[in-house]
């Protein structure tokens, strides 16, 4: 599978064709109609993109009745769904929202495609539901929109523009204006003719050199909860940013957390997300946190940050949903590493920790899979109870983790 998008369309596709997903989506059709009116549901809309099986686990994770909202339904959603209405939000909306009259909500979420957003608020605020806010998904699906809306809220971020005139003769990232993760980004070198790589579907970015460190957790209300620190170790790769390492939970000087939280919290505000998970992507510049890319979803990472805060991040990001409103448990932390292997050397030296570390690897995905436009021979995750005991595994790959 050559990344989510792919695997998702791909199991869309085989879900048409298979008997056990035929029958589940006739069995829950048929409970729907008999049942709906002794049930109390949050709906879960899952869109082209991605699948909704973290919200969907993280509903019932509360005790509450899954309402799964898709013209394409996966097995894996419909094995957390109680009932069903077999339509796309994205193409029906107006049919969607006079068939949810009949039924009683407790709530309205999604899970990782960003292009459900406008759709839960516009949900959300026609039957009285808590929304993710209505700027949040326009920000989400365009971030040179959301760069404004940071500048109009004092946030202190790289320098951004859409003329790339501005970048003559200056090193430069390129970046789509729409989309996830590092696809499509570009690292442009000052001789770059920075005219070659404009267009409306792009825009450009100062680069900031400094450390890159992802946030993780929930927005209540607009009360910010930050439940998992990243730090993210990037690399070039035939000229493609490509990831080399993240760090979960690793120890960040006291400092440094107060200046990326502090960054955490003003750019969510200036997003105006009211609700739900985020995802946000930071970098040092000097001694302050400049924020670098969001999304007010659960991410495509969402089983290892479970695993990594002792709870369930689908659970949490649910409860933000929840009309009664509910609470979230945490567990003891744990220190995890995932690493991707670009060169065969890199891949040999990755199967030698899997062999002598076995019981502490989360997952390992070593066959040849597609990152950001370019070919990974494999990746894996590792845990550990403290730093020290990834800071030796990670001398296994020769990778010295000091930041």
Partial sequence: MKNLKLKTRIGRWLSGFTLPTHLARIYLKVLTQFTFHRKSYMAVLSGREAHAYASAQGVRALGKNVLLITDSPQLQEMAYSDGI???SPEDNLENLLSKLES????????????????????????????????ESGKFGNDKFAWREALAKGNVPQPYFSTNPL????????????TGCSSKGVKLLKPADDKTAYAGPEFFFEAIVPGYQYNYEGIVRDGEVHILARMFDQYREHNGAVVPHYYLLNPPINPDREAALAKCTKLSLKASNIVNGAYHLEMRMQDDLAVPIDFANRIGTSERTVSFSIGGNLGKAHASCFLKSGSTFELGEPKQMMQYWCWTEEEFECAQKLLEQYPNWVFDARMKPHEMNGETSFGTFTVFHDDFEGIKEMASTLDLKLSF
Avoid: M, W, Y
């Fill in 166 to 177: 501005d970048f003559e003769n200056e090193a430069c990232v390129r970046k789509p204006r």
């Fill in 103 to 134: 039924f009683e909500l407790d709530g309205v979420l999604v899970s990782a495609d960003t292009d459900l957003l406008p759709i839960q608020h516009q949900i959300a605020t026609r039957f009285n539901l808590r929304s993710v806010g209505e």
């Fill in 85 to 87: 209405i077999h339509i």
